[in-house]
């Protein structure tokens, strides 16, 4: 069954992408795999799906012990300085980084793998309260700081838009981070390389394509909704 929905929402991004002038390739999708079990992931497997993310530093770590080492798994969660460690040797990319405090916690643990760990910068496009990430104004200044670091690749930038009932509504946020993306990979700041845009899950990423995302993360039209047993869920 999650083979079915991938390939409905591949097909619907592909559309996305010929509606907008863009190519296809350039968008990639994301399996978002938070609180699925492993079987579920190895269903997509034969497909050659490889790209998955999760939100937990934890289970990223359980799950790539399990599968094949070919994935490559995106750490989209909120991050703790003391979890780095689960994370650095197994994703190919931070999406979530929100504080100098934790770029340089990557940074000296990805030191210590003599590895240069490929992130995004977190940006809270939207202004909400309860979201973490990096105010739009704040985010060249952030990203200039942060290129210091010898351990770490800026890559681009990264959102959660908020909860909406209309698709629509988040397309101004999509299109203010493109321009954000554009403006700071025009400024071309030393050790950084804007070629990432991560916007849009099951509820826009139509519309996040349309604006220009070039990594969708999309869980629950994938792999159905999710269950929180007795998991205590953090903002
Ligand atoms: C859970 C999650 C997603 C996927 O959400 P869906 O609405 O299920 O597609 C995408 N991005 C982040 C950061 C998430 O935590």
Redesign the pocket.
Known sequence: MSIENYRMVRQKIDEACLRSGRNKDDVTLIA?S?TKPVSMIEELLPEGVINF?E?KPQELKEKYEQLPKNLRWHM??HLQRNKVKYVIERSCMIHSVDSIRLAQAIDEEAGKHDLIMPVLVEVNIAQEDTKFGIKADETFDFIKEISACDNIKVNGLMT?APFVENPEENRIHFRNLYKLFIDIKDRNVDNVNMCSLSMG???DYEVAVEEGATLV?????IFGE?TYNNQVQIK
């Open positions: 978002v938070k993310g939100n989209i969660g959660i899950m099951t509820n993360r999309v869980g629950t039209g999710r």
